[in-house]
């Protein structure tokens, strides 16, 4: 899986993340793994581990409305050509876009780590085009179920370029 996010998306997330947990003023963010290059064999296979979960959460969110289109498969096909992911990195992918939606799965991946969550949060939004009910209620349920607070959302929206109400 390794070369399926290759360091640009997750450097991308992990900016995004950093800023918005920073610019939430309650705490003081760790400097996400992909963002920060990782120094020992661990943290490789921490960041392999969250790539895996970021991949999974693109693909959760495009069945947020009971079924993959194709516009959100050339996205998520899309985003991995870009960064040159492999014949076996996007066979993956079509694997799992084959499978249930898995989103307590992901939460439950996520506890106790914000900047993960907010990586999960944003690659979601990355993923699809926020048009029906369904995807903006599976939104709200998965930051809610990520323990993230409103600020943080509104700010990974708009570094997302998603129009919200009132904008």
């Given at each position: 899986m390794s070369g399926a996010l290759g360091g640009g998306v997750m450097a991308l997330l992990g900016a995004m993340a950093f800023k918005a947990l920073k610019g939430s003023g309650n705490r003081s963010p760790q400097v996400p793994l992909g963002l920060a290059e990782p120094q020992t064999e661990s943290e490789r296979q921490q960041?392999?581990?969250?790539?895996?979960?970021?991949?999974?959460?693109?693909?959760?969110?495009?069945?947020?409305?009971?079924?993959?289109?194709?516009?959100?498969?050339?996205?998520?096909?899309?985003?991995?050509?870009?960064?040159?992911?492999?014949?076996?990195?996007?066979?993956?992918?079509?694997?799992?876009?084959?499978?249930?939606?898995?989103?307590?799965?992901l939460i439950s991946a996520a506890k106790g780590q914000p900047e993960l969550a907010a990586?999960?949060?944003?690659?979601?939004?990355?993923?699809?085009?926020v048009d029906t009910p369904a995807e903006e209620d599976y939104l709200e349920r998965l930051a809610a179920g990520l323990g993230l607070e409103p600020a943080v959302t509104q700010r990974i929206k708009e570094f997302v370029g998603l129009r919200t109400e009132g904008n």
């Open positions: 960041l392999e581990q969250n790539a895996e979960l970021v991949l999974r959460a693109m693909i959760n969110a495009a069945k947020a409305d009971g079924r993959i289109d194709e516009n959100e498969i050339r996205r998520i096909v899309g985003k991995l050509r870009e960064v040159g992911a492999d014949a076996e990195s996007q066979q993956f992918v079509m694997t799992q876009m084959q499978k249930p939606a898995e989103t307590d799965a990586q999960i949060f944003g690659a979601s939004l990355l993923a699809i085009e």
